[in-house]
Structure formats: structure tokens, C-alpha cells
């Protein structure tokens, strides 16, 4: 009975035993990581869906001829800046700076906002050309399907997160805020960038 | 237990040092966009330009995770934890790699460019000849 009782005293004492944080974060930033890797796999799973249907599709258009190259690279630049700034809110955050946590938090909200805009504008410039979910006026009809499923799976986060965003600076402003809130929406803006540097590479350039 | 309670060596310390890494990592990441922008217009066979963007995409999300992430700053347990989606595409990549280079023909079509198409086809341009197919 006392050895069971060590045991147990051991197993508690542990890591891993509970009454502990073996990953040293609080439970909101931990959730935020789990949903992140989560999502991360259902992107996962749309990308290599599209290399799927890419490799058993007879033929594939050159995307870099495609698509307004120039635009994405600019959308590319507005997400990386965006969350550069993000990063400097967070900072800002963390260090008691609610006014300057805004400023941040404004500018991050701008950056996501120039995106969809340029996305909205990609996609009905894309639709004018007579692309639909099961028509693609360059080829297969996969690549207008991928186009739409994974930018525009891309672009519902990028919305969300302009949304969460846009809640965490309003409490903020009015003194509501809490670095944990503001570091987790930071988080996900940040994952939202590392899903667009893969869907960039893999979708616009490959 | 919370969060705020600890010191996090990513945010103390001064501001004017973070704010150097955050806008040092911005820098690199613009550069090595603008290097995969290259490798996606280079005559480089499809394989080699694959093996070329992945390692740029990769270099990318470590500067994102754990600059702009803190993983830098977190505990190896976390760390590894984010590596599982990684992992597990890797695996499903070559669960299906297979089948799909079995049937690839890898002929890549050749289109007018967005530019070209953008002038009306009455002025010259190509804009409306692709709907011919």
C-alpha cells in the first residue's frame, strides 16, 4: 500500500502528473495551439489534395501566366507586414501599453483588410473570366476548383481573424484587455500568414 | 500560473531590441518571398523547383513560428507538439505520391498572361480568346 502510495506521490510530482503545465503556457494559449495544429491539418490535407489532382490531371496551366503575379506578391507583402505588426502589439501588450498595443492592432487590422480587398478583387477578375467551381476556361476544371476551395478557405480565416481582431483592439480601447487575449489572437494571425507562405508556394508558384 | 506572470524574454527588456528582431525578421521574410518569386519564374525542371520552394517555405515558417510565434521561447514540449501537422503531411504526401506519379503526364499548358488578357482582344489584346475552348 505504500509503495502504491509513493507511486502515486511520484506520478504527481511529475510533469505530466497534473496540478502542472508541461507545456508552460496558460490553458487559453494552449487551446489556441491546439486549434492551430488542428487547422493546420486541414490545410494540410487541401494542399495535398490539390498536388493530387495536379499530378493526375493530363494537363495543369502555368499559374505564374494564370494569375496577376504581381498582385499576389503585394498581398503576400500586406499579410507578412501585417503580422510583423501584430508581433509588435503583442509586445506592446505584454508590456502594459494598451494605447500602443492598438496602434498596432489597428495597423495589423489594416493589413488583413488590404488583403480580402485584394482577394475580392482577384476572385471576381477571376469570375469575369468565366472560372466556376466545375469550369475552368484554362484547362481542367481541378484548378479553378482548387483555386476557389483553398484561397477561399484562406480568405474565411483571414476574415475571422480581421473580426477577432477588430474585438480584442475595441476592448482594448476601452481598457478591457488582457495580453493573453491579445497574444492568442496573435497566434492564429499569425498561422493564418504560414497557411498563405504555403498556399503561395505551393499554389501560385510550383 | 497564468501567463502574465512570467518573464517572457521575447517581450522584455527593452522594446527597441524586439522591435529590431520583429523588423529584421520582416526584412528576411520579404527577401526570401521575393527569392521564391524567382524560383516560381526560373527554367528549373518541376522536381528541383519543388525541393527549391520547400526549403524557402520552410525557412519562412521557422522565422514566423518562432520569432513571430515565441517558439523560441516556449518549452521543447510545445515546440515538438507543433511539428505533428508537419509530420503527418509528410506522411499523407507519400501515401498518395504513388498513385498520382503512376498517372502524371506533367504537361503544363501555356496561356496568354493576366496582362495580356487585361487589354480587350479588339485592341490586340488576348482578353476573351481563351474562352474559345
Known sequence: MDATLAEQQRILASDWGGGKSPFGTSWSKFMMWIFIISDALTFAGFLIAYGFMRMTSPSWPKQTEVFNMTLITFMTFALISSSAVMAMAVGEARAGNPKKAVKFLTMTIIGGTIFLGCQVYEWSHFIGEGATLTHNPWGVPQFAAGFFVITGFHGFHVLTGVTILAIVALRAAFGKYSADGVENAGLYWHFVDVVWVFVFAFFYLL | ?133
Open chain 2, 1 to 133: 500560473m497564468t501567463h502574465d506572470a512570467h518573464t517572457d524574454p521575447g517581450h522584455g527588456g527593452g522594446h527597441a531590441t524586439s522591435y529590431r528582431q520583429y523588423i529584421m525578421t520582416w526584412c528576411w521574410l520579404l527577401v526570401m518571398t521575393l527569392l521564391a518569386l524567382g524560383i516560381g519564374y526560373a527554367p528549373v525542371p518541376e522536381g528541383i523547383k519543388g525541393m527549391l520552394l520547400v526549403a524557402v517555405t520552410l525557412a519562412k515558417i521557422f522565422l514566423i513560428a518562432s520569432i513571430f510565434m515565441h517558439l523560441k521561447f516556449e518549452k521543447m514540449n510545445l515546440v515538438m507538439l507543433t511539428f505533428s501537422p508537419l509530420v503527418l503531411s509528410v506522411i499523407l504526401f507519400f501515401m498518395t505520391f504513388g498513385d498520382a506519379a503512376g498517372s502524371a503526364t506533367h504537361i503544363i499548358e501555356t496561356h496568354p498572361s493576366y496582362d495580356e488578357r487585361s487589354v480587350p482582344a479588339h485592341e490586340g489584346g488576348a482578353a476573351g480568346a481563351e474562352h474559345k475552348k
